[in-house]
């Protein structure tokens, strides 16, 4: 094997602009073939046949409502402040979040406006840290993590404007729109120079 190793490595030197050469070609049909075969990514599957899919399918059939993704919605007071004096402004991020396209149900810290109760009336006390100085809103979603469109994701950062610009921390944890559907040149370019770097 070592031979092996020493001829090739032989050859490569003593032909480098050669080598080179190839490489480019392998690297130039590689980025062709991923350009022709790359748009068709696919990040969902299923293992048909075991308990987990089972479960899945089940979900799915019988509460559509929440077999979706999920995500959190968590707004910090400014230091020293209570979390509860944005409260009005925190149940109508809730409704506005609520009525969205792909929102399939909303839990609110605070009794939201026009229903008069929170969507879950025993957990809402959990929603709040202890202090009194954050609290979050948990948004169910009606479609799966990798279907979420840009639209949702600005819609939710529309909704939650109001409460970023009357001081509180705002940060969005389970929203990542996925807008990649294909193979990016710049990971081709990386690829390239990788395979020139390794001959």
């Known amino acids: 094997m070592s031979s092996f190793l020493y001829r090739v490595g032989r050859f490569a030197a003593r032909r480098r602009w050669t080598v080179i050469v190839i490489w480019i070609a ?3 049909g590689a980025s062709a073939l991923a350009g022709v075969l790359g748009n068709h990514l696919q990040s969902s599957f299923t293992v048909p046949g075991t308990q987990a899919q089972s479960a899945l399918d089940a979900l799915e059939q019988r509460f559509p409502q929440i077999s979706g993704a999920s995500a ?4 910090a007071a400014p230091s020293g402040d209570q979390i509860s004096t944005s409260e009005e402004l925190i149940s109508t991020a809730c409704e506005n979040i609520a009525a969205l396209d792909d929102v399939a149900a909303v839990t609110c810290p605070y009794p939201m406006a026009e229903s008069g109760s929170t969507a879950a009336s025993d957990g809402a006390s959990s929603q709040i840290s202890a202090n009194g100085d954050m609290a979050f809103i948990a948004i169910q ?3 799966a993590a990798t279907d979420i469109p840009d ?3 600005a819609s939710v950062g529309q909704a939650t404007a109001p409460l970023s610009d009357a001081g509180l921390t705002v940060a969005v944890s389970g929203l990542a729109a996925s807008s990649s559907s294909g193979v990016d040149w710049t990971e081709l370019a990386g690829m390239g120079i990788a395979y020139i770097v390794l001959a």
């Open 72 to 75: 959190k919605v968590v707004a």
């Open 151 to 153: 639209s949702l994701v």
């Open 141 to 143: 979603l009606s479609v």
């Open 26 to 28: 392998v690297v130039v």
